[in-house]
């Protein structure tokens, strides 16, 4: 069965330079999709004495996304949330037979055992694209998800979406250059206005929490760095439905009435169309902006929508219990990308960190297990005991609101009873939480003294780059 993406012919595919099938008595090679959380936490713990592993992603580190909404502001700088993965797998960089390629797969041959990528590059390479195949005996595919957009028309070519480091950076770089530009001599005041209104598209933890961090930063920075402006700028988070559907209610109003406080406007709507300076809402409602970041969640990406693999409710590949994609051999998925078939009589998991985490640290302990038995190599594990599946348990939500405030939820669902605090002790325990699931010790003292420097100093607001 081939789930290649792109029309390759088998005559070119035949072409392609690359890594060849593993020979009898050398080690069976892993190759993995992605450098996400699960991606990450499955190359963590592999046990590279028995595997080789081959790490295909156009990205060389993993992002700690729950804190990414601090770089948008100064909270944090950029490096605190990046970990690159040749330190969460040292093998990458020192074991002979195991690499990482900056690219992306662009297709899958399943019954060849093969994955083809496409060099990431800015022209540095005397022939481009360059097209490669790598040889598998076992694939993990753990390639994430991309932003819903819904459709919406002007979405991808006005908003900014806050899932990468780069994504940050444009952001920071957007923010400070319009606090600027409306501090110039002849500007309007409804064009001030406009230029420092900032727009959030989603209420969820991730615009909740940006959010968050622009209050913080507009009341402790703008109002001392930017007197002249100070009282024009103003930030609107527009949801559909509630803010944090998914927390206790009695949170969902914690955050309603600190939002209030703190300057925060909420407005319940759902976006029509994104224009360059505005959006309209389906009540016909105009809304001007100068930033807007778009949260809405995440859906599977074309790369995944194209693969031909059986897909679970959502349109992510389709898994049984032990995370394999039941229809084809040798084949894992995980993440953001894979979901439980309908047969399996589970739901599918939410896009969460946690759940992609926990994914990756049962797909890890299960290659170590069958690797021992000598089931790593292609098409050896039909007779091998695979053990218990894999069962997800909800360790609870988090999210700060700004202020030295946060919610803490550790309900096990949404129905069911649990704690559910909010305040600055939730803050305490939000800050302790997080900077404990920093990926090394380098980042998480990299945060700690961002946190500690913010406090005393306040936000760097330095603008780099064009």
């Known amino acids: 069965m081939s789930a290649v993406e792109e029309s390759d012919s088998e005559d070119e595919a035949q072409k392609f330079p690359g890594l060849e099938a593993t020979k009898p008595g050398e080690k069976p090679r892993v190759v993995v999709l992605g450098t996400g959380w699960a991606a990450c936490r499955f190359m963590k713990g592999l046990d590279t004495r028995i595997y080789d592993v081959v790490c295909v992603s156009p990205r060389n580190h993993m992002v700690f996304t729950p804190l990414l909404a601090s770089t ?15 330190r969460i797998q040292p093998a990458l960089a020192t074991s002979p037979n195991s690499y990482f390629y900056l690219s992306s797969c662009t297709g899958i041959d399943t019954d060849k055992h093969e994955v083809y990528c496409e060099t990431v590059s800015d022209g540095g390479l005397a022939h481009e694209p360059h097209h490669f195949k790598v040889a598998y005996d076992k694939l993990v595919i753990a390639a994430g998800s991309e932003p819903l957009t819904f459709g919406i028309k002007g979405v991808m070519e006005h908003a900014y979406f806050l899932r990468e480091v780069n994504h940050a950076q444009e952001i920071r770089k957007k923010l ?7 501090d110039n001599p002849g500007i309007s005041e409804e064009e001030r206005k406009r230029l420092l209104h900032c727009v959030v598209i989603g ?14 930063f507009i009341m402790k920075d703008v ?21 944090l559907s998914s927390f206790d209610v009695g949170l969902r109003q914690y955050a309603t009435n600190h939002f209030n406080k703190c300057g925060v406007r909420l407005m319940r709507g759902v976006v029509k169309e994104v224009q360059a300076k505005k959006i309209v809402l389906n009540d016909g409602t105009e809304v001007p902006y100068g930033l807007l ?3 809405t969640g995440v859906g599977p990406s074309q790369f995944i929508k194209s693969l031909n693999l059986p897909k679970s409710p959502g349109g992510r590949i389709g898994v049984d219990t032990w995370l394999r994609v039941p229809s084809v051999e040798d084949v894992f998925a995980l993440g953001d990308c894979a979901g439980f078939l309908e047969q399996t009589g589970r ?3 939410p896009a969460l960190a946690q759940v992609a985490e ?5 797909l890890m302990d299960l290659f170590n297990r069958i690797g021992k038995q000598n089931g790593g190599k292609a098409f050896s594990t039909t007779s091998i005991n ?3 599946p894999f069962v997800y348990r909800h360790l609870g939500s988090m999210a700060s609101v700004g202020h030295y405030k946060a919610l803490v939820d550790l309900r096990e669902s949404k129905d069911a009873k649990g704690i559910a605090h909010a305040g600055f002790i939730s803050w305490l325990i939000w800050r302790s939480a997080y900077l404990t699931r920093v990926v090394s010790w380098r980042n998480r003292f990299y945060v700690a003294v961002n946190w500690a420097t913010t406090l005393v100093f306040g936000r760097d607001n330095s603008r780099i780059g064009a």
């Open 293 to 295: 970041v778009w949260s």
């Open 358 to 362: 926990r994914e990756g640290k049962f």
């Open 203 to 216: 209420g969820g933890p991730t615009g909740v929490e940006f959010s968050g961090e622009l209050s913080d």
């Open 72 to 86: 948008c502001v100064g909270t944090l700088e950029f490096r605190s949330v990046a970990e690159p993965v040749g």
């Open 223 to 243: 109002r001392e760095r930017y007197t002249h402006v100070k009282d024009y700028i103003q930030v609107t988070l527009i949801e559909a439905n509630e803010i």
């Open 386 to 388: 695979l053990g218990d």
């Open 347 to 349: 739901p599918v998991l």
């Open 176 to 182: 400070l250059l319009n606090l600027m530009l409306s």
